[in-house]
């Protein structure tokens, strides 16, 4: 029975082994693309001085602060900007920046100075404070849990 299995899947084998496999030819063919074209590098610009300063007082928003700034063309930035706080106070920050030392600031607070011209009114709730009730007293459970058995 094994030989005539054999014998029979040679057979097969050799019936397939005369005909070649069909050649895929896709339906689409994607367009061939050419690498990007290389950008030309940027070119390097010495560093360039410059100086500008500018403030906003709004009387509508009450949006104060300014900032000013100085650079030197060699990487040595200097420069500070103030604003005022909701409480009243300014807030100051004077800077520097260079390639040795990094950023560094110095924050600086001036209490007082500048007093809005209106106040917010106090706060009053709109309805009264709840009426103070004792805790509930619950009484106990009246039912006992059954007892734990196993099942083996």
Known sequence: MAAKLIIFA???ASALAQYPAPAYKPAYSAPAYSAPKAYAPEPAYAPAPYNFEYSVNDPHTYDVKSQSEYADGNGYVKGSYSLLEADGSTR????TADDYNGFNAEV????????????????????PAPAAYPAPAYP??????APYKPAY
């Open 10 to 12: 040679v057979c097969v």
């Open 92 to 95: 100051v920050v004077e800077y």
């Open 108 to 127: 600086k607070k001036i209490e007082g100075g500048y007093k809005a011209p209106y106040s917010a009114p106090a706060y009053k709730p709109a309805y």
């Open 140 to 145: 106990a459970p009246a039912y006992k849990p």
